[in-house]
């Protein structure tokens, strides 16, 4: 699999919702300084609650912007037999039947890709499975939690 095309359709995916938080902080922020949302009684919050909202929108927007700097920066490598998970790998993961497949990122969790026909879901290492899956190798059988419950899985490659 193509790792440094994954990579871009990552940084694609991220830049998509970035446009997306501009453009809301951008209305938000626009909705506060409203004339319309001025205050008309000391209950009226409107115009408080959109200058939150903006807020919120321009820290989550700078949020990305980490995360597309981090991917940017990140090294594609290629991990041989035996080599333990790290960022950067791409772990095919048996469980139940099915399999799944994860892109340990510097950030950005929860990110979903299609490449190569396969859905891919950017996790952290700092995610409960991102932990779970942090220094064990292709071949291993762990036994992992998945909310809340435990379940048999297989590690198919590491890549």
Not at 65 to 84: M, N, P, T, W, Y
Not at 103 to 108: K, L, N, T
């Given at each position: 699999?193509?790792?440094?095309?994954?990579?871009?359709?990552?940084?694609?995916?991220?830049?998509?919702?970035?446009?997306?938080?501009?453009?809301?902080?951008?209305?938000?922020?626009?909705?506060?300084?409203?004339?319309?949302?001025?205050?008309?009684?000391?209950?009226?919050?409107?115009?408080?609650?959109?200058?939150?909202?903006?807020?919120?929108?321009?820290?989550?927007?700078?949020?990305?912007e980490s995360a597309i700097a981090e991917f940017?920066?990140?090294?594609?490598?290629?991990?041989?037999?035996?080599?333990?998970?790290?960022?950067?790998?791409?772990?095919?993961?048996?469980?139940?039947?099915?399999?799944?497949?994860?892109?340990?990122?510097?950030?950005?969790?929860?990110?979903?890709?299609?490449?190569?026909?396969?859905?891919?879901?950017?996790?952290?290492?700092?995610s409960p499975l991102g932990e779970q899956l942090?220094?064990?190798?292709?071949?291993?059988?762990?036994?992992?939690?998945?909310?809340?419950?435990?379940?048999?899985?297989?590690?198919?490659?590491?890549?």
């Amino acid at each position: 699999m193509n790792k440094r095309a994954l990579i871009r359709k990552i940084i694609a995916r991220l830049t998509d919702e970035l446009a997306v938080y501009f453009r809301a902080a951008n209305a938000s922020r626009a909705e506060a300084t409203h004339e319309q949302s001025r205050a008309e009684g000391k209950y009226d919050t409107r115009g408080l609650e959109a200058s939150y909202l903006a807020r919120g929108q321009s820290k989550q927007a700078a949020e990305i912007e980490s995360a597309i700097a981090e991917f940017e920066k990140l090294a594609v490598r290629k991990f041989g037999d035996g080599e333990a998970i790290d960022p950067g790998a791409l772990v095919e993961l048996e469980t139940g039947g099915e399999h799944s497949f994860y892109f340990i990122g510097p950030r950005a969790g929860g990110t979903e890709v299609v490449h190569e026909k396969r859905e891919i879901l950017v996790i952290t290492p700092q995610s409960p499975l991102g932990e779970q899956l942090m220094g064990r190798k292709q071949g291993d059988q762990p036994q992992l939690t998945f909310g809340g419950m435990k379940q048999a899985a297989k590690i198919l490659s590491v890549t």
